[in-house]
């Protein structure tokens, strides 16, 4: 395989087995999505909104900041003992840096949402049986953008001091059109609507995708050098 | 391929500034197969930075590195290959063991049997037996080997290492300088940067200073530490 | 240590005293432009049928939402030009784009609010143009946080400008998604600054009021790069 790919892989097993032996991002950012799908449940006065007209909403929103958790934490531990510096030194193509790094964040959001998911089903109490495949790919679809920005603004906001909330400030405004898209396209897929009342959307989602990952792609070389 | 002369590494009137602040001023120096150049100077002298351009890690304001006679540069990772660094950190992962840190360098730099590699740099450096515990659980000078492990395992032609003796107690610096040696004597060129003359004095087989971000003095180290050091301090308070 | 002189001309507190003092004068003749602009919309435009009096801050609020787009986009592009040339000049002035930016865009996102609430009833509504000066604004904000954050010149500089471009880039997914929603979901009979079908002596005031601003914008700026210029002069002096 090309050696740009084999060192991208070799860096998002490295952060994915440090994280499985960590845990702290993958623990925190499922707490916090329960604990968001639960406010959100509680919150609603059941007589005057149905769930199915909050529930994607709920959905995504809670996707939407545990992703910003457990992205935060990708470039923290690049930060404890200087490792990203062992990174940078190596013969290690900053392009394979950005996929390896993008690769381990999709995997950690990935999985938030999977432990997210069936929460939602239990306190929304939505009958997923036939919109499931279609919210998984939406899911997928919108999660590779915003994770991309997420890649990118995490290098930065690490080396600044308030690297928590720096994060979020600069990644949010890159969150709402993949999120306006999925919520569309949930809601739809919830209604059991036809396809073609999303394809906007999910064009939308699509390119999305492939103008940010590209740029991020491009663009990460100027952030970690010095 | 070295170069016909040995030389490993070469720097051609480097400058590095931040802002308005000259950090390196014209510094030209070059490290051959089995040089070991001590640099001292005092802090803020510009040191750390210097290793970090040398390494590749920063790009330098004007003049060039040269690493086997190509020019260093961020878009062509390859020219790092021959170099290995040695920080005042530590450049390990907490949640690694450090056969696992030493195998994850080994793998960034193609190695073909990662693991075995990692094995042999850290038994090169006494640490096989602990090969299986964390970072966090060692003292600064067993971490100071397990870095030095990681930076050798893939074969590098010269070792930069930044303040490497500090915080290191006597056997353990002295452990640190046997291995150094070693190395040495089967070819590694070393550039060692300290504001710690006495213990890198009888490692060096040259010296200089670095001082202002100027290079002052480069010569053979030759005659007792006693003997240079009031020269040093004229240099660098002058 | 010495001063290092780089391919930029050489910073000193006289030239951004020049540069400020032009800023100045530009800005003047603008606010007097937009004062006039204001008599123009009152005196000689005429009203609109279906909004009456009400639809005059169009005059002033589309302008504002103008010189915000046109100030996000420079700080884009002066960021990629930065990154491709790695002018200081640039940066500065990218700096003093943002800055600008987020003055006008938090002007129009306050005074548009406090007109519609007695006007129309409602503070907001989700029209293209307020939530797009909605959405630079947010991106304003996080550029000059993240510029805030970062202390090195070079990595701050480096820094904005990938975040400048990113920004820039993501204006027409806002804008595509704006569409999209509000097609798919008709609004009620708004009552909002909407777009008449503009007779001449309209667009005759709404032309002018944009070039007003633009000067207006184009001031400011000057005003704040020449600030920059002056701190940086600072800087090198004091450290030389």
Same mark, same amino acid.
């Given at each position: 395989?090309?050696?740009?790919?084999?060192?991208?892989?070799?860096?998002?097993?490295?952060?994915?087995?440090?994280?499985?032996?960590?845990?702290?991002?993958?623990?925190?950012?499922?707490?916090?999505?329960? %604990?968001?799908?639960?406010?959100?449940?509680?919150?609603? /006065?059941?007589?005057?909104?149905?769930?199915? /007209?909050?529930?994607?909403?709920?959905?995504? @929103?809670?996707?939407?900041?545990?992703?910003? !958790?457990?992205?935060?934490?990708?470039?923290?531990?690049?930060?404890?003992?200087?490792?990203?510096?062992?990174?940078?030194?190596?013969?290690?193509?900053?392009?394979?840096?950005?996929?390896?790094?993008?690769?381990?964040? %999709?995997?950690? @959001?990935?999985?938030?949402?999977?432990?997210?998911?069936?929460?939602?089903?239990?306190?929304?109490?939505? /009958?997923?049986?036939?919109?499931?495949?279609?919210?998984?790919?939406?899911?997928?679809?919108?999660?590779?953008?915003?994770?991309? @920005?997420?890649?990118?603004?995490?290098?930065?906001? !690490?080396?600044?001091?308030?690297?928590?909330?720096?994060?979020?400030?600069?990644?949010?405004?890159?969150?709402?059109?993949?999120?306006?898209?999925? !919520?569309?396209?949930?809601?739809?897929?919830?209604?059991?609507?036809? %396809?073609?009342?999303?394809?906007?959307?999910?064009?939308?989602?699509?390119?999305?995708?492939?103008?940010?990952?590209?740029?991020?792609?491009?663009?990460?070389?100027?952030?970690?050098?010095? | 391929?070295?170069?016909?002369?040995? +030389?490993?590494?070469?720097?051609?009137?480097?400058?590095?500034?931040?802002?308005?602040?000259?950090?390196?001023?014209?510094?030209?120096?070059?490290?051959?197969?089995?040089?070991?150049?001590?640099?001292?100077?005092?802090?803020?002298?510009?040191?750390?930075?210097?290793?970090?351009?040398?390494?590749?890690?920063?790009?330098?304001?004007?003049?060039e590195v040269r690493v086997l006679g190509r020019k260093l540069e961020r878009t062509a990772p390859e020219t790092r290959r021959p170099i290995g660094f040695v920080s005042h950190q530590s450049l390990l992962y907490d949640d690694l063991t450090l056969a696992e840190n030493v195998a994850l360098a080994a793998r960034?730099? +193609?190695?073909?049997?990662?693991?075995?590699?990692?094995?042999?740099?850290?038994?090169?450096?006494?640490?096989?037996?602990?090969?299986?515990?964390?970072?966090?659980?060692?003292?600064? +000078?067993?971490?100071?080997?397990?870095?030095?492990?990681?930076?050798?395992?893939?074969?590098?032609?010269? $070792?930069?290492?930044?303040?490497?003796?500090?915080?290191?107690?006597?056997?353990?610096?002295?452990?640190?300088?046997?291995?150094?040696?070693?190395?040495?004597?089967?070819?590694?060129?070393?550039?060692?940067?300290?504001?710690? $003359?006495?213990?890198?004095?009888?490692?060096?087989?040259?010296?200089?200073?670095?001082?202002?971000?100027?290079?002052?003095?480069?010569?053979?180290?030759?005659?007792?530490?006693?003997?240079?050091?009031?020269?040093?301090?004229?240099?660098?308070?002058? | 240590?010495?001063?290092?002189?780089?391919?930029?001309?050489?910073?000193?507190?006289?030239?951004?005293?020049?540069?400020?003092?032009?800023?100045?004068?530009?800005?003047?003749?603008?606010?007097?432009?937009?004062?006039?602009?204001?008599?123009?919309?009152? &005196?000689?435009?005429?009203?609109?049928?279906?909004?009456?009096?009400?639809?005059?801050?169009?005059?002033?609020?589309?302008?504002?939402?103008?010189?915000?787009?046109?100030?996000?986009?420079?700080?884009?592009?002066?960021? &990629?030009?930065?990154?491709?040339?790695?002018?200081?000049?640039?940066?500065?002035?990218?700096?003093?784009?943002? *800055?600008?930016?987020?003055?006008?865009?938090?002007?129009?996102?306050?005074?548009?609010?406090?007109?519609?609430?007695?006007?129309?009833?409602?503070?907001?509504?989700?029209?293209?143009?307020?939530?797009?000066?909605?959405?630079?604004?947010?991106?304003?904000?996080?550029?000059?946080?993240?510029?805030?954050?970062?202390?090195?010149?070079? *990595?701050?500089?480096?820094?904005?400008?990938?975040?400048g471009i990113m920004g820039l880039l993501l204006v027409p997914f806002v804008h595509l998604s704006v569409y999209l929603f509000r097609t798919l979901h008709p609004q009620p009979i708004v009552l909002k600054p909407s777009e008449p079908s503009l007779p001449w002596e309209m667009l005759r005031t709404l032309l002018i009021s944009t070039a007003m601003f633009t000067l207006l914008y184009i001031g400011y700026v000057t005003i704040r790069y020449g600030i920059a210029l002056a701190?940086?002069?600072? *800087?090198?002096?004091?450290?030389?």
């Amino acid at each position: 395989m090309p050696e740009w790919i084999r060192l991208a892989l070799v860096i998002a097993a490295k952060d994915v087995r440090a994280e499985l032996r960590s845990k702290t991002a993958l623990l925190s950012a499922t707490v916090f999505a329960s %604990l968001v799908l639960v406010i959100f449940n509680f919150a609603r /006065d059941p007589t005057a909104l149905s769930a199915t /007209d909050l529930a994607p909403s709920a959905l995504w @929103v809670t996707f939407a900041f545990a992703a910003m !958790v457990a992205m935060n934490r990708s470039f923290t531990v690049e930060r404890e003992h200087g490792a990203l510096d062992g990174l940078l030194l190596a013969p290690v193509p900053s392009s394979a840096l950005f996929a390896g790094k993008l690769l381990a964040n %999709l995997a950690f @959001v990935a999985a938030v949402e999977a432990v997210a998911l069936p929460l939602f089903v239990l306190f929304f109490n939505v /009958d997923l049986s036939r919109a499931l495949p279609g919210i998984i790919g939406t899911a997928a679809l919108a999660t590779i953008g915003f994770v991309a @920005v997420g890649t990118i603004f995490g290098a930065m906001a !690490v080396r600044t001091r308030f690297a928590e909330l720096m994060l979020p400030v600069l990644l949010l405004p890159f969150m709402v059109p993949p999120l306006i898209g999925a !919520v569309q396209v949930t809601s739809r897929l919830l209604a059991a609507r036809p %396809l073609s009342e999303m394809m906007g959307w999910l064009r939308l989602l699509a390119v999305y995708d492939v103008v940010f990952v590209t740029l991020a792609a491009l663009a990460f070389a100027f952030v970690v050098e010095e | 391929m070295p170069s016909s002369d040995g +030389g490993i590494l070469a720097a051609v009137s480097l400058e590095r500034s931040f802002g308005h602040v000259r950090v390196l001023r014209g510094i030209d120096l070059e490290v051959r197969r089995g040089d070991v150049l001590v640099v001292v100077g005092p802090n803020g002298a510009g040191k750390t930075t210097l290793l970090r351009v040398l390494a590749g890690l920063a790009r330098p304001s004007a003049g060039e590195v040269r690493v086997l006679g190509r020019k260093l540069e961020r878009t062509a990772p390859e020219t790092r290959r021959p170099i290995g660094f040695v920080s005042h950190q530590s450049l390990l992962y907490d949640d690694l063991t450090l056969a696992e840190n030493v195998a994850l360098a080994a793998r960034l730099y +193609g190695m073909a049997r990662p693991r075995a590699a990692a094995m042999h740099a850290l038994q090169s450096v006494e640490l096989a037996e602990r090969a299986h515990q964390r970072p966090r659980e060692l003292s600064r +000078g067993l971490l100071q080997r397990a870095a030095v492990a990681r930076a050798l395992v893939h074969d590098p032609l010269l $070792l930069l290492l930044d303040e490497p003796f500090t915080g290191l107690d006597v056997p353990a610096a002295e452990r640190l300088r046997e291995l150094l040696l070693e190395r040495q004597r089967r070819g590694l060129g070393l550039l060692l940067v300290t504001h710690h $003359l006495e213990e890198a004095w009888d490692l060096a087989t040259r010296v200089a200073v670095l001082s202002g971000g100027r290079w002052l003095l480069e010569e053979g180290r030759v005659g007792p530490l006693v003997e240079f050091l009031p020269r040093y301090r004229a240099l660098v308070n002058a | 240590m010495t001063i290092l002189a780089g391919t930029a001309p050489i910073v000193t507190l006289d030239r951004a005293r020049v540069v400020v003092r032009r800023g100045v004068i530009i800005s003047g003749v603008a606010l007097l432009g937009i004062a006039v602009v204001v008599v123009l919309a009152l &005196g000689f435009t005429p009203v609109e049928a279906r909004q009456g009096l009400a639809q005059k801050i169009f005059y002033l609020h589309v302008p504002s939402a103008w010189c915000t787009l046109l100030a996000f986009s420079l700080v884009g592009i002066a960021g &990629g030009l930065y990154l491709w040339l790695e002018d200081p000049r640039l940066d500065r002035f990218a700096a003093a784009s943002a *800055e600008v930016g987020v003055a006008f865009a938090t002007v129009m996102l306050t005074t548009g609010p406090i007109w519609a609430k007695p006007i129309w009833g409602t503070w907001w509504t989700w029209d293209a143009r307020l939530t797009l000066t909605l959405f630079l604004f947010f991106l304003f904000v996080g550029y000059l946080a993240l510029r805030a954050a970062v202390h090195d010149r070079h *990595e701050r500089a480096r820094f904005s400008a990938v975040v400048g471009i990113m920004g820039l880039l993501l204006v027409p997914f806002v804008h595509l998604s704006v569409y999209l929603f509000r097609t798919l979901h008709p609004q009620p009979i708004v009552l909002k600054p909407s777009e008449p079908s503009l007779p001449w002596e309209m667009l005759r005031t709404l032309l002018i009021s944009t070039a007003m601003f633009t000067l207006l914008y184009i001031g400011y700026v000057t005003i704040r790069y020449g600030i920059a210029l002056a701190a940086d002069a600072r *800087e090198e002096r004091d450290v030389g």
